[in-house]
């Protein structure tokens, strides 16, 4: 162990060295925080539909902006049962006249603040017993980043909290993988012998299991849920990990200050626990990290079939599922997604890339 | 040699026959069945038709009906193409998947090993930098996302190539499925030659080479036949992904291949079907495996000597 105890020191300052894989280690934790943050960040709730602002697209303007205050008072008016006689806008006030040809019905100018584009309106004339109002009404400011999808909900807020599933599927899939992977790795490595030939040959044939066809199958056989998905993939992504703890293990169980721990009585899960599987890190380490995009673009693939993650819950692939169909009208619908799942992606293929690079004693330097 | 293709084929037995027993069961554990329609059959219908099938029979039974005629080359009749047998509907399936498939592998292949090498030998370099971030960008574009682009951009806004649709195979209606498909394989195989090629270029014999004043061109020859050898073996899964279709392809762009019918056969619990299919997949899995090894061991003598 103590030879190794300035491994992972060195291998910081390698990594320090590659511009490369800091900056896509920076670019994964701002979208990690903004997803966490989520909502909280943008000022809008992911689920709350604008009908008035359908499709919209990327954009700083402030909402509702002159092309749909019209229409969405209108719409308004309708249900109050009124017509919009004059709006004048200043700054963030509006003057609205409604008229009607019966007595307005005060209690409909709720629909104003419930659209959510509005604040509550104050009466500010009643004439012609009520069939005329004159009415101040804040108006509120939304700003849309990203546009909004085919209901009105804000692209980027949704992204954010899709963005979460995501990410906590690619996680929690890799981490469940990594387990499984490590220890029949470690185990069948160790024992070696019969064991091992026997546990490796297992391996082998499940990896001619054509498994992206059983996990579409068993996702449409017995309806799609997120656990269920968790696992499936996590049962097909662990073969990978399993082969390159063993081939780790094969050379470090010859190793002298394994040979000591074994001489000085200790017992095998000890041992892989204290010795075999510390010393292996690295290589794990990198495997890891790019197993994690694989996991994302996995759940990603089925969720855009329709069989992974379910409404309401949202995903960037079910996201991309819903811009993809819209992509004549709405191109931004699949940008945003696609483009927060494409940058996850590369950033976290070049951070594995940079990691494999700063552990490789033999990489040359640079 | 052919000892070992034959030991080889015999041991995908076992797996084959797990990959049928896992499918078979998979399937009938799944709620529903194959005549489930919009308007319920009537409860004589049902019956009737359920006999004529055989799944009125004992659960093993059928299993057992199911290897036997498996055992004599009979995929069985499909549940929901009336009228057509399964092996029917793959040879209709089989070629279109796999003429997209050769054509996309031909494709990554070429420009993705291209590619690696010279990225190898211009290690540390601009050109090695930028194919490095291409291949991690390569490896990151879903299909999903690729597809569509590609629809709006030569479909839609060039108007050059056709949105989908397959019409025999014309050249045209191939160009967008194949680069989608090759695409994320372009960078995996410049990535795994990249890596591969380099590390064969700092070893003993190779630096000798240099100091016997070889030209380089001559030396990266000899590297390379060392160093496919990784990517040889990635070739051999690769293919076999490739040739039995992506679902998604096929259908964003339209096209009658294998992985259209497994779609359709697993939503409509068209049991024959499905196992058709997965069965077709995985024993191509166990030959392009082995296909692999063997290029493997012609491009190194020391496998060959191992065997």
Known sequence: ?????????????????????????????????ACLA????????????????RQ???????????????????????????????????GDRLRLVLAADRPIDTRGLVYLPRSDLFGPAQVVEDGEGGRRLVLDVPVRSLRFPLGTDIHGRDLLARSLVAGRVSLAVGLTATLVALVIGVAYGAVAGFLGGAVDAAMMRAVDALYALPFVFFLILLLVFFRA????????????????????????????????????????????????????????LGPIAVAATLLVPQVILLESFLSFLGLGVQEPQTSWGVLIAEGARSIETAPHMLAAPAGFLIATLVALNVFGDGLADALDPTASRR | MIGLVLRRLAQGVPTLLAV??????????????????????????MENLRRVYGLDRPLVVQFGGYLAALARGDLGPSFSFRDSSVAGLIARGLPVSATLGALALLLAAASGIGLGVIAALRQGGWIDRLIGLGAALTLSLPSFVVAPLLQIAFGLTLRWLPLSGWEDGAPRHLILPVVTLALPQVGALARLTRTSLGEVLRTQPIRTMHSLGLPPARIARHALRGALLPVVAYLGPLAAALLTGSVVVETIFGL????????????????????????????????????????????????????
């Open chain 2, 256 to 307: 009658p291949g294998i992985g259209r019918y497994f779609v359709e056969g697993a939503l409509n619990r068209d049991y024959t079907l499905v196992m058709g299919v997965v069965l077709l997949v995985a024993a191509l899995v166990i030959v392009l495996n082995l296909a692999a090894d063997l290029a493997c061991a012609w491009l190194d003598p020391r496998l060959r000597a191992a065997r």
């Open chain 1, 38 to 53: 989520g909502p909280s960040l943008t000022g809008t709730e992911p689920d709350r539909f604008y009908p008035d602002l």
């Open chain 1, 225 to 280: 849920s997120l656990v269920l998905m968790l696992l499936a993939i996590a049962a097909v992504e662990w073969l990978d990990m399993a082969r390159i703890v063993r081939a780790q293990t094969l050379s470090l169980r010859e190793r002298d200050f394994v040979r000591a721990a074994r001489a000085l009585g200790l017992s095998t899960p000890r041992i892989l626990a204290r010795h075999i599987v510390p010393n292996a």
């Open chain 1, 56 to 90: 919209l697209p990327a954009g700083l303007t402030a909402q509702p902006d002159a092309d749909h205050l019209g229409p969405a008072l209108e719409r308004i008016a309708f249900r109050i049962r009124a017509r919009v006689e004059e709006a004048r806008r200043d």
């Open chain 1, 1 to 33: 162990m103590t030879a190794s105890a300035a491994a992972p020191l060195r291998t910081l300052n390698r990594l320090r060295r590659q511009r490369a894989a800091l900056t896509a280690l920076a670019v994964l934790v701002l979208i990690a925080l």
């Open chain 2, 20 to 45: 049928v027993t896992v499918s078979f069961f998979l399937m009938r554990l799944a709620p529903g069945g194959p005549f489930d329609l919009e308007r319920p059959l009537s409860p004589a219908a």
